[in-house]
C-alpha cells in the first residue's frame, strides 16, 4: 500500500541551527511529492513540490528538499531555522499530479531562541 | 480571487444531530477534496471528486456524504454526528501543479 512516514513527532532546534525533517515514502512508481507547513489553528500552506527532474528542490521561505530514489526519501531542510519557523510540517505524496495526497503523520518543530 | 473558501470555520454539534459543510472554489478546478485532520494522525481523505457530479471514498468515508452539483461547490454532509467526527476539516481543490487547501472548520461534537 502506498504510504508517507515521517519519522519524527516532534524536533527541537536553537534559532540559527541547521534543520532537517525526515520523510519517507512507499509507491511503487516514483510519486509526486510535496512539503507543506502549517502554523497554529492556521489552514497549509505549499512549501515546494518534487514532479521529476532535478532531484533538489529549491521552496520559499529558504527551504529546500533531496528527493534520494535509492532511500525512497524526501527530506526537507533550512540551513538556518528562524523562530517564526515553529510550526507543524507535513510531508505528501501522490502517484499523479492531481491525485488525491496522502500526508505523513507531520512533525512539529520547535524553536528555541 | 478568493481560492479555496469554507463556512461554517467553526461549528458545535450535539451528537445525532446533523449539518453541510461547504466548500468553494474559484479557480475552476475540476477536482475537490476533503480531508479531516485529526492530533497525530495527519490529514486523511474523507472524500473527493474528479468532476461535477462524481464524487468517490477516500480513505475514511464512513458517516459522511458529499455532493458536487456545482463544479464550484464541494459539500460535506454529517447525516448523524458523533463525537469520533470531532476534528478539523479542509477542502482542497487541485490545479495540475498542487492542491489548494481552505482555511479548514473546526467541529466539535459532544
Known amino acids: 500500500a502506498q504510504s508517507v512516514t515521517q519519522p519524527d513527532i516532534h524536533i527541537t532546534v536553537s534559532e540559527g541551527a541547521s534543520l532537517e525533517l525526515r520523510c519517507n515514502y512507499s509507491?511503487?512508481?516514483?510519486?509526486?511529492l510535496f512539503w507543506y507547513v502549517q502554523s497554529p489553528g492556521q489552514g497549509l500552506q505549499l512549501l515546494l513540490k518534487?514532479?521529476?527532474?532535478?532531484?533538489l528542490v529549491q521552496g520559499i521561505k529558504g527551504f529546500e528538499a533531496e528527493f534520494k530514489r535509492s532511500q525512497s526519501s524526501f527530506n526537507l531542510r533550512k540551513p538556518s531555522v528562524h523562530w517564526s519557523d515553529a510550526a507543524e510540517y507535513f510531508c505528501?505524496?501522490?502517484?499523479?499530479?492531481?491525485?488525491?495526497?496522502?500526508f505523513g503523520t507531520g512533525t512539529r518543530l520547535q524553536v528555541f531562541p | 480571487n478568493a481560492g479555496v473558501t469554507q463556512t461554517p470555520k467553526f461549528r458545535v454539534l450535539k451528537t445525532g444531530q446533523s449539518m453541510t459543510l461547504l466548500c468553494a472554489q474559484d479557480m475552476n478546478h475540476e477536482y475537490m477534496y476533503w480531508y479531516r485532520q485529526d492530533p497525530g494522525m495527519g490529514l486523511r481523505l474523507i472524500h473527493y471528486s474528479v468532476g461535477e457530479g462524481t464524487t468517490a471514498k477516500g480513505e475514511v468515508p464512513d458517516g459522511y456524504n458529499v455532493s458536487r452539483l456545482k463544479k464550484q461547490n464541494f459539500l460535506l454532509g454529517l447525516e448523524s454526528a458523533a463525537p469520533s467526527q470531532t476534528s478539523v476539516y479542509f477542502c482542497?481543490?487541485?490545479?495540475?501543479?498542487?492542491?489548494?487547501f481552505g482555511p479548514g472548520t473546526r467541529l466539535t461534537v459532544l
Open positions: 509507491y511503487g512508481a516514483t510519486p509526486y
Open positions: 505528501a505524496g501522490s502517484s499523479y499530479n492531481t491525485d488525491k495526497l496522502i
Open positions: 518534487y514532479f521529476s527532474g532535478d532531484t
Open positions: 482542497a481543490s487541485s490545479s495540475l501543479e498542487r492542491q489548494y
